[in-house]
């Protein structure tokens, strides 16, 4: 008797691995699903990639890890249960996670972006492939103790809720975002934009948000933080230009102006030019261009750019909605009317 409740106890140990892995890891992506921003994933890695195909919502609105939530789920349950008939509901659950977890892995290698958690989860699967088979063959009808069950059924609740609190529980934006949101007028929304002007993705995605913002000039206040790469020749020079720009009252100007003139324009001189057309005062600009404290405020800017979990460019916040890389028009105004009407509410 000892004996048989040993093997159930084994049985149901193997059963249960796979089935929390696949939980935690399921559980972890449905909150970077559903956040506007991930919360455990890196982003701009495999998982935004894989988030952004056909295959992350088989059906519509329904995110592929809350699958994988019911599916592990189900097994776990089924896991716990004593008898012949849950073993072999058991076993069916694995074969379909094991399949839809093999073509999955299949399915990254082609797409050549791996997602870590989709990996846990999609071995999981596999694994809970043989977990099953080997309690069909081997444990058969050991039944292990109930504390021992009561201990497996509770860990799954746990795999799952934790994450899911955590994740949910995490500040939907960076603190440093959060406060330039805070310092925007109440019925505004507040766009933070990370720039590099001579960054040709910046460009063309400016070139799509600047008449979002016109069209919504009294319900948007846009804060630009300087975010100049070392690989664009001209990006510092044209960094220090828009500072004191923004220092002596043509900020938005002086913005329009360096990310449409050509590339080659955005030497010393050619900003100087700019600067002169708009109407800043010469002599001014020139002293804030030379000035310690512009090159203090470009390096502040970075800082807050590493603050907000920045890693490529153009990155830009509207509201809450955090864009990396280049964006369409429909995007950007999507995101935008959502973040004036809640700034309305």
Known sequence: MRSGRAIGAIGLALSLVPVLAGLVASAMLAVDYLRPTPVFCVEGGGCEALKHTAYAMPLPGVPLPFFGLAGFLAIGVAACWPGRRARLVQM????????????????????GHLCPYCLVADTSGLGALLASSARVWLAQDAVPPLPITYTGAGTMVASLAVPLIVGFRAPPTPPVIADEMARTPAGEATIVDFVDFECPFCRMTHAELEPLVEAH???????????????HVHAMDAARAACCGEQLGKGDAMANALFTAPEDDLTPEGCEKLAVSLGVPL?????CVKSQATDALIEADKAEFKAAGGFALPTIWIGETRF?????????EKALDKAIAHAGS
């Open 324 to 332: 990396v890389g280049a964006q369409t028009r429909e995007e950007l």
């Open 92 to 111: 069916l659950l694995s074969v379909g996670a094991g399949m839809v977890g093999g073509a999955l892995i299949l399915l990254q290698m082609k797409l």
């Open 217 to 231: 000039a009294q319900q948007v206040r846009v804060v630009r933080r300087q975010m100049p790469l070392r690989m």
């Open 283 to 287: 002599d001014a600009y020139r002293n």
